[in-house]
Antibody
Framework: EVQLVESGGGLVQPGGSLRLSCAAS????????MTWVRQAPGKGLEWVAD????????NYVDSVKGRFTISRDNGKNSLYLQMNSLRAEDTAVYYC??????????????????WGQGTMVTVSS | AIQMTQSPSSLSASVGDRVTITCRAS??????LGWYQQKPGKAPKLLIY???SLESGVPSRFSGSGSGTDFTLTISSLQPEDFATYYC?????????FGQGTKVEIK
């Protein structure tokens, strides 16, 4: 079964750190871009970061640049999000997602086709 | 960052209705747009990519159209399982940005 399972969420104080993990199974992890998306309570979706298949290219939303680091270990079929200097506004459910990279008409597009169940991060004193 | 604006923010409709949701980009994004469905407490689900390509396994009552700045998601005949929140997402450049969502409720 194709699956993503996040872990590592929890309660952390402002200024603290947390490392999220996303374990992939049922597909060749090393062939896909991977993404983190978050959703604050009662709010919409926010794209956070993504990483290329070999880890050589990473992108972030401005609000987390310099604080969050996305990484992956293809040998362990795992995706990570290291979150430092956490703020109250980082409180959210964090989802990892596979980018299927669907191609049509000679071009390829983001297509977040497999998602984890999400892990809750709460930043509060 | 490119701003994605969806309208309406919410709508009420009945089973069998035709429903249209609009997404407007703050600049041209070619056809680099996807649509996602999210039900309460669940992860989003991919419906459409490249503005109009239906993801495998998604019912054909869902369709997408548009290019440049204006895009549409249409549900041709609303089914009970379609009551959810829908989001557009641009993948033209970084950072990727979602619309604020459109909640489809039962009338």
């Amino acid at each position: 079964e194709v699956q993503l399972v996040e872990s590592g969420g929890g309660l952390v104080q402002p200024g603290g750190s947390l490392r999220l993990s996303c374990a992939a199974s049922g597909f060749t992890f090393s062939k896909f871009w991977m993404t983190w998306v978050r959703q604050a309570p009662g709010k919409g979706l926010e794209w956070v970061a993504d990483i290329k298949q070999d880890g050589s290219d990473k992108n972030y939303v401005d609000s987390v640049k310099g604080r969050f680091t996305i990484s992956r270990d293809n040998g362990k079929n795992s995706l990570y999000l290291q979150m430092n200097s956490l703020r109250a506004e980082d409180t959210a459910v964090y989802y990892c997602a596979r980018d299927g990279g669907n191609c049509t008409g000679g071009r390829c597009y983001d297509a977040f086709d497999i998602w984890g169940q999400g892990t809750m991060v709460t930043v509060s004193s | 960052a490119i701003q994605m604006t969806q309208s309406p923010s919410s709508l009420s409709a009945s089973v069998g209705d035709r429903v249209t949701i609009t997404c407007r980009a703050s600049q041209g994004i070619r056809n680099d747009l996807g649509w996602y469905q999210q039900k309460p407490g669940k992860a989003p689900k991919l419906l459409i990519y490249a503005a109009s390509s239906l993801e495998s396994g998604v019912p054909s009552r869902f369709s997408g159209s548009g290019s440049g700045t204006d895009f549409t998601l249409t549900i041709s005949s609303l089914q009970p399982e379609d009551f959810a929140t829908y989001y557009c997402l641009q993948d033209y450049n970084y950072p990727r940005t979602f619309g604020q969502g459109t909640k489809v409720e039962i009338k």
